[in-house]
């Protein structure tokens, strides 16, 4: 096992990752912006480095700056969290060019996973479900094998990216009147969002629901699955509350079985290791297809966490340091319900972040059922310069209907003042007949 990583990101999720490693006996190394010099994530690691200025460029995304803070400590291993170079293959790269470990895939699988054409290609080539769409990027200059394809595949169809993600560029298309200028617009978003105007068509689903099947592959070729979650509580493509089991895959017999098989199928065809997650879009009459694989971390992690009993960093840090996989699909079974919240510093009726100084914040009580990940604390600033998460609320019941009053009491019991935050929002989504029942989907939001 390591005796020193550097943790290559900030938040949330690097005191998340510094509490496994305290467990584990492993010393960290956190690096951090000026803006981030008294966070409690700097605090918490046994060293600290400044490598840059607050714009994520100048410093979190300044791949030679975090790789001299791990020289200059003594770091084995880089674990990249998410968001930021996590998904970086030349990152990777780097790393294993100066004999550093990258706590992730290998740089093959990052690659192959990076432009969703291939992706989608590749997936299809393996026996994955792939929504109906085309297999090439589509160029402005051939306007007519645009209109062509869009008709062939069906209205409506969805424009995408193929180098990112996260929904940005991404638009839907209801009729050939509005292709042309939806390409031209996506485009363009796309070069300033991911430096590539690359974007394809594929099949819209209307009512559609998003189920994602978290993976564990080792170095010697073993990989399980941990199980769904289900994501469809979204807005602008954005994930905004997360729960597992999914009710949609408890409604149609078989199916829970039949999407885990094709996320294993999906991570061995680019013999893939250590964690990822495999993304699926679910149609209202149980077709699913494959959606994306995000060879990382995900921000949702903790409820796999709490239903199954694994700490899915620990899993990370083990596979990395080449140990084999210590866990079977059988030794593999959920208990209970788990749902996360993503607290924001954001104005919940526009969606736009809200920066400023937290003079109230007082989460609830942490418990065996109730699970805080925060990397704020009370009288500190929430800057412009970084994603608005504030904190991630995990609770866990016996079944659906008690994780959500257990979630609907630590909502309330949740206290901030000094910006604008979401709370109300997700009370409002418990609130919802439609999601109380688990019968709701990507729209559910738009309908609040």
Not at 191 to 202: I, N, P, T, Y
Not at 260 to 273: E, K, M, S, W
Not at 321 to 345: C, D, M, N, T, W
Not at 351 to 375: E, H, K, M, N, Y
Request: charge should be negative.
């Amino acid at each position: 096992m390591f005796k020193r990583i550097l943790i290559a990101n900030r938040g949330e999720i690097a005191r998340r990752i510094i509490r496994t490693c305290r467990k584990l006996g492993i010393e960290t190394v956190a690096v951090h912006s000026d803006a981030d010099m008294m966070a409690a994530f700097v605090n918490e690691a046994d060293q600290a480095f400044l490598i840059g200025l607050a714009q994520p460029h100048a410093s979190y995304l300044n791949m030679e700056a975090v790789l001299g803070a791990a020289e200059q400590s003594g770091a084995e291993a880089v674990h990249p969290g998410y968001g930021f170079l996590s998904e970086n293959a030349t990152f990777a790269a780097r790393c294993e060019q100066l004999g550093i470990t990258f706590i992730g895939p290998t740089i093959a699988a990052m690659e192959a996973m990076s432009e969703k054409v291939p992706a989608r290609n590749l997936m299809q080539s393996a026996g994955v479900p792939v929504a109906p769409g085309t297999a090439e990027p589509i160029l402005m200059e051939d306007p007519e094998k645009a209109l062509a394809a869009a008709a062939e595949i069906g209205y409506p169809v969805l424009v995408k990216p193929s180098a990112g993600g996260g929904g940005i560029g991404m638009t839907v298309v209801e009729n050939p009147d509005k292709l042309l200028s939806a390409l031209k617009t996506a485009q363009g978003r796309a070069q300033r969002a991911f430096g590539s105007g690359a974007v394809f068509l594929e099949k819209y689903l209307p009512n559609s629901r998003h189920i994602e099947f978290q993976v564990l592959f080792d170095n010697f070729g073993e990989g399980v699955h941990l199980f769904e979650r289900e994501c469809s509580v979204q807005r602008r493509y954005q994930k905004v509350l997360e729960e597992t089991p999914s009710p949609a895959l408890d409604a149609i017999p078989g199916l829970r079985e039949r999407m885990a098989q094709a996320a294993l199928q999906a991570a061995a065809a680019v013999n893939y290791r250590n964690a990822g997650t495999i993304e699926f879009i679910l149609g209202q009459g149980g077709e699913f297809y494959f959606l994306e694989m995000n060879t990382r971390l995900q921000v949702e992690h903790p409820i796999t966490e709490m239903t199954l009993g694994v700490d899915l960093v620990e899993q990370q840090l083990r596979i990395a340091a080449g140990e084999p996989l210590s866990l079977s699909q059988a030794q593999l079974k959920p208990r209970g319900h788990a749902i996360e919240f993503r607290v924001y510093a954001e104005d919940p009726a526009t969606f736009l972040p809200s920066p400023g100084t937290l003079t109230v914040f007082r989460p609830p009580q942490a418990s065996q059922f109730v699970r805080i990940d925060s990397g704020f604390e009370e009288g500190d600033t929430v800057t412009p310069y970084y994603d608005p998460l504030l904190a991630k609320l995990i609770v866990w019941g016996e079944n659906r209907a008690e994780a959500i009053e257990r979630g609907r009491q630590a909502l309330a019991d949740f206290k901030i003042e000094g910006i604008k935050h979401n709370l109300s929002l997700h009370l409002k989504i418990l609130a919802n007949e439609q999601f109380r029942l688990g019968r709701y989907d990507t729209g559910l939001l738009n309908r609040l």
